[in-house]
């Protein structure tokens, strides 16, 4: 495999309306909006699409629309993390169906905890069934489901795997798997408050959720450590903690979508019973939009 996941990749809330139907333009302003603020790719149907409440009909037309509106200004990344393997190869096949896809995100299961070996069994028999590029995604916090070091090691030998979304907020774990993967398994940080010291580790990017309403100070984080301005991009770094913090005060994710209102991106609804973000928070959402957007 010569795709090597790098930058940032913004994890895109899927527009829904009231009734939880997608809201094509809505998805359509969303992809404009955090290309036009310089991502370096796009990722669909992850946990921030909430790919847990669409219909197989809703997931392939996220899929089919966001490839072709993207009309290949970015790669495409799409979620394929259903809860058993079974249902990840049926999606897996969807995307590739539909084409147009740089390479799959699937997270370790969730409800049910399987071994680190069912694991390493779930992610081969996935990777054995596409030929598309695999991210391993471990989210332990969401999940309850870790993703060791042994078995990410174990995995990174399958042609086709070439990374993983490390969501865990561990940093000494991020560190072994930089130490311990192959140099072209790409290490990929999930917790939007650690981008800039992953990277100083030698993480290729992140796939961050707070993209979706501050894409361009992310992706001026990244591109001002690849430039070797350290010092800038540890300041853009610290600019978003604040936004990043509220995003646990509302059902995820609820803030994702209030903060592209005051952003100027509808976004629409979640779906119940994801509700809206209670009073208290709203101004100090829109203060951190504002900060995050206006720097």
């Known amino acids: 495999m010569t795709f090597k996941p790098q930058g940032i990749i913004p994890a895109l809330v899927t527009p829904l309306d009231q009734d939880g139907e997608l809201l094509e333009q809505g998805l359509r ?48 990344y799409a979620g394929a993390s259903e809860i ?76 086709n795997i070439v990374g993983v979304k490390d969501s865990a907020g561990n940093m000494t774990l991020t560190a072994d798997y930089l130490r311990e993967v192959p140099e072209d398994f790409a290490v990929i940080m999930g ?11 030698g993480a290729t990017g992140a796939i961050a959720s707070t993209a979706n309403i501050a894409p361009r100070l992310l992706s001026d984080l990244y591109n001002s450590f690849v430039a070797g301005d350290h010092t800038r991009s540890l300041e853009l770094q610290k600019k978003i903690s604040p936004l990043r913090n509220l995003l646990d005060k509302a059902t995820f994710p609820v803030v994702l979508k209030e903060g592209l209102r005051y952003a100027g991106v509808e976004a629409g609804y979640c779906f119940a019973p994801a509700k809206e973000l209670a009073s208290q928070f709203r101004e100090p959402l829109r203060k951190a939009v504002e900060a995050v957007t206006q720097f």
């Open 191 to 201: 917790r939007d408050t650690l981008i800039f010291p992953a990277l100083a580790m």
């Open 84 to 159: 058993t393997t079974r249902d990840c190869i049926k999606t897996a096949k969807m995307v590739a169906e539909v084409g147009g896809v740089s390479a799959l995100s699937v997270l370790t299961p969730y409800f049910m905890t399987p071994t680190q070996s069912e694991l390493a069994d779930h992610y081969r028999a996935i990777a054995s069934e596409t030929d598309l590029p695999i991210l391993l995604y471990s989210n332990p916090g969401r999940t309850q489901v870790p993703l060791a070091l042994s078995t990410v090691v174990e995995l990174a030998e399958v042609p």
């Open 29 to 76: 302003d969303v992809l404009d909006y955090t290309i036009n603020n310089g991502v370096h790719g796009v990722f669909v149907l992850g946990s921030s699409g909430e790919i847990y409440g669409l219909t197989d009909a809703q997931k392939r037309r996220v899929v089919e629309l966001t490839v072709e509106h993207v009309n290949g200004r970015v790669p495409v």
